[in-house]
């Protein structure tokens, strides 16, 4: 079983900056590909960016420019690094693992609001 916890959301003023967290338990953090999504109340979750084990790097176009995703294969952790931060990117971000089988493991989130 592989459990996924994220961090590093909170408060932070249209402009700013904040860098999101996801440890991966387990050993097959090194062989799957990572996703971070988000959530905004009241809309469907939306795929933001995505790392696979090689290194590639997709991204959703509103983000690209300033949202970068990254991975450390020997912290089991995925990273998020959200900049120039504007209101409508509040949502709730999540991150997921999906293993070389195609199996989704989910974390339960971090909260990321933007707003003076």
């Known amino acids: 079983q592989v459990q996924l916890v994220e961090s590093g959301g909170g408060l932070v003023q249209p402009g700013g900056s904040l860098r999101l967290s996801c440890v991966a338990s387990?050993?097959?953090?090194?062989?799957?590909?990572m996703a971070w999504y988000r959530q905004a109340p009241g809309k469907q979750r939306e795929l933001v960016a995505t790392?696979?084990?090689?290194?590639?790097?997709n991204y959703v176009d509103s983000v690209k420019g300033r949202f970068t995703i990254s991975r450390d294969n020997a912290k089991n952790t995925v990273y998020l690094q959200l900049n120039s931060l504007k209101p409508e990117d509040t949502a709730v971000y999540s991150c997921k693992l999906i293993t070389i089988d195609g199996w989704p493991y989910w974390g339960r989130g971090t909260q990321v609001t933007v707003s003076s």
């Open positions: 387990g050993s097959i953090f090194r062989s799957s590909t």
């Open positions: 790392i696979t084990s090689g290194g590639s790097t």
